[in-house]
């Protein structure tokens, strides 16, 4: 397998599972900051422009974080990333679309890249602020799907490589306080050996 990623990008949650399962892969970097992501190198595997991208052993490719994590948590059964239970499983998908679909993508790219969302330069501080209410709105209802578990199916799933990454937004770079729920999840991963693989290979930590 090959994962094209970007590091600290949301790209992070599935690399993490590539570690949670242990099998061999191949990262590739893609540099956001210098638009590699619409170069023909990289549009011709994924024309979205997109991290993560995953190519798989045949060479087909895999787009979009949680269709990658999914087809990863069903075709590596042994790694336990999706619970057997039918609601504990759809709890899971449930917070993991959250984090992408809204927590990141509604809020966490206001923050990252107002200019998309207007074309006047005079209102990017608006849309920053409506970024940051979405995102903190975000992670007190991840806080309150933590309440009392360890994780947010009760085991480690796909939901927590998702959490992770907006978590870890949060703390770096943008230097917010996560609430009490999603702080204590936050260093649980961090303790996580595969997670620590990641933030090395990625230029993340030391």
Wanted: glycine share 6%; charged share 20%.
């Amino acid at each position: 397998m090959k994962l094209y990623y970007a590091p600290g990008a949301c790209s992070l949650g599935i690399h993490v599972l590539l570690e949670e399962i242990g099998k061999p892969y191949e990262g590739v970097v893609v540099n956001l900051r210098q638009g590699e992501q619409f170069q023909s190198g990289f549009t011709a595997v994924n024309p979205k422009s997109k991290v993560p991208t995953l190519e798989r052993d045949d060479g087909s490719v895999l787009t979009e974080f949680p269709a990658i994590a999914y087809w990863l948590a069903r075709t590596n059964p042994a790694a336990h990333l999706l619970p057997e239970d039918v609601d504990a499983q759809t709890r899971a998908l449930e917070a993991l679309d959250y984090a992408v679909s809204t927590v990141h993508m509604q809020g966490a790219s206001r923050l990252f890249r107002p200019s998309n969302y207007t074309p006047n330069a005079a209102d990017e501080d608006a849309v920053k602020a409506r970024g940051k209410e979405i995102f903190e709105k975000g992670l007190a209802l991840l806080d309150k799907a933590l309440d009392g578990k360890e994780y947010v199916a009760g085991a480690f799933s796909i939901a927590d490589a998702a959490v992770f990454y907006v978590e870890y937004w949060a703390a770096s770079p943008l230097k917010m306080t996560l609430p009490s729920n999603c702080a204590a999840h936050y260093q649980r991963m961090m303790a996580r050996p595969a997670v620590q693989r990641t933030l090395k290979a990625e230029g993340l930590a030391a």
